[in-house]
């Protein structure tokens, strides 16, 4: 089934730990997105990638790194876990500019 | 500063109609979006609104003033599942979403 793939699906997390999130799409999307979600606050952007080899900051890029070597992978990176980096992380795809974006079913990170 | 508003939460009844309004101030505009998402689950896509007027999907439509910054997710013959939080979306000048903070919908029977 094509879609987007997020691993893992929840972890709880010690504070100043490094963890990586996991994003893989099959569609052969250009563009990726990492979004975090909060109650009350909407979805926030953290990194973004246009293209293969190709990265940008989002809203709310601090404490997070990503990478884009292929087409297909986007993982976001927690260099050094803290407390308010507990959240549902989301990441997104699409074909490019006016089109919509496809979820992967999210991670739920509680970092303690 | 870019902002999207949409009401915080609503309540309507089992086979009623249901209108959720969204207003936007961005920099630029590449078209609207609404999105269902459902507890616990990821958004999905509902419609898209580049051009003034009304978009119609089954029991769903949008509706998209460019002029007056204003949108509409209009909800017919409501159905318990539509129970979600509806999140509208423009795409901005930079073609990245802007997202509102979503509207609660409840549906009672």
């Known amino acids: 089934i094509a879609g987007i793939t997020q691993v893992p699906t929840s972890q709880i997390l010690a504070a100043g730990r490094r963890m990586t999130l996991r994003c893989t799409q099959d569609?052969?999307?250009?563009?990726m997105y990492w979004y975090r979600q909060d109650l009350g606050l909407g979805l926030r952007l953290i990194h973004y990638s246009n293209t293969a080899g190709t990265t940008g900051k989002g809203e709310v890029p601090d404490g997070y790194s990503v990478s884009r070597a292929n087409t297909d992978d986007f993982p976001l990176t927690l260099a050094s876990a803290v407390p308010s980096q507990t959240s549902v992380y989301f990441c997104?795809?699409?074909?490019?500019?006016?089109?919509?974006?496809?979820f992967g079913s999210g991670t739920r990170l509680t970092v303690v | 500063g870019q902002n999207i508003d949409q009401p915080t939460e609503m309540t309507a009844t089992e086979g009623a109609i249901v209108q959720i309004n969204c207003t936007y101030q961005t920099s630029g505009f590449n078209g609207l979006f609404w999105y269902q998402q459902h507890a616990g689950e990821a958004p999905t896509f509902l419609s898209y609104?580049?051009l003034d007027g009304l978009e119609e999907k089954g029991r769903f439509s949008s509706f998209l003033s460019r002029s007056k910054g204003y949108s509409y997710l209009l909800l017919k013959e409501l159905q318990m599942k539509d129970s979600a939080s509806y999140l509208c979306?423009?795409?901005?000048?930079?073609?990245?979403?802007?997202w509102g903070a979503g509207t609660k919908l409840i549906i009672k029977p």
């Open positions: 609104n580049v």
């Open positions: 979306a423009v795409l901005d000048s930079n073609y990245q979403l802007i």
């Open positions: 997104a795809s699409s074909e490019g500019t006016g089109d919509g974006y496809t």
């Open positions: 569609m052969r999307h250009n563009a």
